[in-house]
């Protein structure tokens, strides 16, 4: 078997039964696909055409895809109205970036509530009109109208650096945030807005901020846009937008104002600050954050799973003001480590999660989803809890009893885990359960006449071979190639790279999986990928000469009038050299001439060609 962290997946489908897992929990646990009806985070699913193509830094955004369940993605289709992709900006995370002029980016069908909760992750660079939106939600046909009752909702920041928002109730009356806080530029906020359904009320990191009341009824917020509000358009950044069509409780608020505050590092009101894990001197566990709570009986959430692998759910004790939140490291999850372990364990996780339990919960079920895993013997299964919280596991004693609850989740139920407590997860048996094996990349690129597959493993055990699987409904699958483990002997211990190409394309959406085949006959399948690819042309690109000095000629084919051609030239290191981009009808002959600006040196580059939202990449050798 093959094991590793899975990272940056080409379309990520899960699609039927062969993958069953915890089904679709919103931002640290809280909500589901029904109330959470959008989630964008520029972390995931930042495209820089229509779904196809990752955005890399500088990029333009035209596509950015909800991670709610919803599938209600946020596009825009002018390109000179698209924001820009930008990595490692706030705590490491990548951001959207609005040019304060027309960026914008939006989607027309959100179900949409009269009550609502909404957090921006967010920074300005400058304030360049009156109201900088954030976000503006408006009913139907009305996108970005500037009248000020067709502004359902919205967050947006006054030039006195306050920001407020609106809701406008469904008999049109306006009904303003007051402002209240003060922010500053080039600095990171979470602003949340909630509307109960008689106030609505803004919080800037985690800290009361502007109030009003009103009646209960919003008008549809269907259509909805995000980096601008009317005519004014955000000048700053944009990491992450949560919406929920329910006002989310007091408990969960904190919740999810916990799992901002830890992953972009902004800190927290005091009262509010209840997830201590995320500060360095507890070791940064900052990812996948989530957890459950209690304010009163009427404000708890006592189920969390959020968009990890571990589940926490049935407390014993919950009780006011109590909470129990975790958060792992972001190592890998394949179970590597075979040094700090107990007794009775062979291997456990690289992964470590860690808790900040506030108050005494009592004792809770913890559940791990092993979807992508081939066999498991559950009672092979245990988890692993620092109790003395030394930082080691040698020292422990491992808990099993855990069962399979369904699909490919196990539980143990009625654990006690301390304030501060690590764990992690081992297995008594590494040759019968062997922990998750994933891989670390897989993905596709449309080219000229077929999809091309890439997959990479960091590790493999046993491995003969990869059987690559397609399917037009995402339902059925056939075999149709082949792939011989490069391991030596099926067994290694660094990452090796993988490639196939399905010379015989479908028209339009179809969808691949990988099926790796161990020596002994075992298999596993892994998760399911989609690519759109479009056959109804010949579209071909010729480079000549190749090679040549830097300066070069393309001939191109199966190109229909008035189609826009981008073109982009990157070295081996990702530089763009060269960038350039016209329509076929004006182009008098078939050819067009590549004339870098400034001489490039020797070596080999790749050229892109955008028709349409496809890529067809060439190489080209530079003497």
Known sequence: MFSGMIRRLF??????STLISFSQTGPAGVGSSATNVFWLKADVGAYNDAGVTLATNTQSVRQWNDQSGNTKNFSEGTAGQRPTFRTGVINGFPVIRFDGSDDRISNTSITSGNNATFYAVVSYSSLPSSNPGIFQGSPATLLLSTGGADKSVGMWVSNANRPWGRGTQTNSTQRNISLVATTAASTNYIIESNYTGTAINQNVNGTASGTVAYDGTLKSWTEFAIGRQGSETWAGDIAEVIAFNTSINAAQRVLVQNYLSAKYNIGLAAANDVYTMDNAGNGNFDYDVAGIGRVDASNIHNDAQGTGIVKINNPSGLGNGEYFIFGHD????????????????QSRMTRVWRVSEVGEVGTVDVSLDLAGLGSVTASDLQLIIDTDNDGVFTDEVPVSGAVLVGGTVYKWSGVDIDNGSRFSFGTSNASQTPMPVELTEFYATPENNGVVLNWSTATEKNSDRFEIEKSIDGLSFEKIGTEDSKATNGNSNYQLNYSYTDNAPSDGMSYYRLKQIDFNGAFEYHPIISVDFEVKNNIRFVVFPNPNMGEFSV???GIENEHEVLIEMYSMEGKVVYKNQFTSES???????????????????IVN???EGIKYPVKVLVN
């Open 587 to 605: 182009m008098a002959t078939n050819t067009v001439h590549i004339v870098p600006e400034e001489k490039i040196r020797s070596g080999q580059y």
């Open 330 to 345: 972001n190592a890998a999850v394949a179970a590597n480590d075979i040094t700090d372990i107990p007794a009775g364990v």
């Open 555 to 557: 001939d191109f084919s």
């Open 11 to 16: 379309s990520f489908t899960l699609i039927s």
């Open 609 to 611: 060609f955008y028709v």
